[in-house]
């Protein structure tokens, strides 16, 4: 068998001068080389997933520790904290027994009604409802009315995770996720201060823009 030198720029002159032997071998060592290269790319992919596993978990650590606290020492009573707890209750509840999108509730203001989401958007009360029911189901209407929004934020944190990481890699995304996560504006302001839920909401779709 003659020496073949094999790399991937093989003209097709050349294969067309090769004995059935040379050609077989070639044909096993370039299958060979794309099982190693494929192996290889699935093992980046799977490092890659890992690492934003990772970060992620992160971010999700923060909410725990949001809900935690807000299960431990009660709700941040803010500006709208009594007409989003009185709509939260009432939205849930509709919700939860199986009307998609509630815009009259009828149990608010001791059973008058309220026309709260003919204009308010559900989004931040929709994600309450289903992130209470889920996280924490036995806790009280006062301490489940705090999940949504820490859940919002970190939604918000997520997105901002992911626009980044576009940008300037992977380390530099998380420290920007997790600073916008407690950026001023967006955390002691609308979260703490005013409970403006829709403006939180908000905060996950900037990044995408």
Aim: hydrophobic share 45%; glycine share 6%; proline share 5%.
């Amino acid at each position: 068998m003659s020496q073949v030198v094999w790399n991937t720029r093989l003209t097709t002159t050349r294969l067309g001068q090769l004995s059935h032997s040379e050609y077989k071998t070639i044909r096993l060592r370039w299958a060979g080389q794309n099982s190693v290269q494929e192996k290889g790319q699935v093992t980046m992919q799977v490092h890659k997933v890992w690492k934003d596993m990772i970060s992620l978990c992160m971010i999700a650590m923060l909410v725990a520790f949001l809900i935690i606290f807000f299960h431990l020492h009660g709700p941040v009573v803010g500006h709208s904290f009594t007409p989003n707890y009185i709509w939260f209750q009432a939205f849930s509840s509709q919700f939860l027994q199986g009307e998609l999108y509630p815009r009259w509730l009828y149990q608010s203001y001791q059973g008058a009604g309220s026309p709260a989401f003919y204009f308010y958007g559900p989004m931040p009360f929709w994600i309450s409802a289903i992130a209470s029911r889920v996280l924490c189901p036995a806790c009280s209407p006062e301490v489940s009315l705090m999940i949504g929004p820490s859940v919002l934020l970190g939604l918000a944190s997520i997105s901002c995770y992911y626009f980044i990481k576009n940008i300037a890699g992977r380390k530099i995304a998380l420290f920007s996720s997790l600073l916008y996560f407690v950026l001023p504006c967006h955390f002691i302001i609308n979260f703490w201060i005013r409970n403006t839920w829709g403006e939180l909401s908000s905060y996950i779709f900037m990044p995408l823009l």
